[in-house]
């Protein structure tokens, strides 16, 4: 998955996910592969990994945390709600319905510094206001999405 601007949430990914990322807002509600967000010089990504994605994450260019600032925790949140709500996403739910005990096990990750690495200057910072992947399914109004708040 190479994301350069979309609001995505998936279920899982497996080896090289968020790899050369630029820009845009990713939800993973399981695990990753090997070499998670090689190359990520832009965007977003929340993992939900209680089993130390850090042993499957590349960090040349990203530093993962295992924290959620309450806007993020805020954010994450409605990309769940909008995921449970566009697909019955049972995984979906189920984080929600025990969110004080589970949102503890995600992963914000996001490139480090720019001084700390070479990014992509016009893709860092680009502002991102679509709606999540598995929400155009449902054929949200595009205003709908622009006036969303999520990013």
Not at 34 to 44: E, P
Not at 89 to 98: G, I
């Amino acid at each position: 998955m190479r994301n350069s601007g979309a609001l995505a949430v998936v279920e899982g990914a497996g080896d090289h996910a968020c790899e050369y990322m630029t820009a845009g807002v990713v939800a993973i509600l399981g695990e990753t592969g090997r070499n998670f967000a090689a190359g990520m010089s832009g965007g977003l990504a929340y993992v939900f990994d209680p089993n130390g994605l850090q042993l499957r994450c590349n960090t040349e260019m990203v530093a993962p945390v295992r924290s959620l600032a309450q806007e993020d925790a805020w954010r994450l949140k409605r990309m769940l709600e909008w995921h449970r709500d566009a697909t019955g996403s049972a995984r979906a739910a189920d984080l929600l319905e025990n969110w004080e005990a589970l949102s503890t096990f995600f992963w914000r990750v996001s490139p480090k510094p720019a001084e700390n690495v070479m990014t992509a200057p016009a893709a860092v910072g680009r502002p991102v206001h679509a709606p999540p992947v598995a929400a155009t399914k449902r054929r949200h109004h595009p205003a709908a999405a622009a006036s969303s708040g999520l990013l």
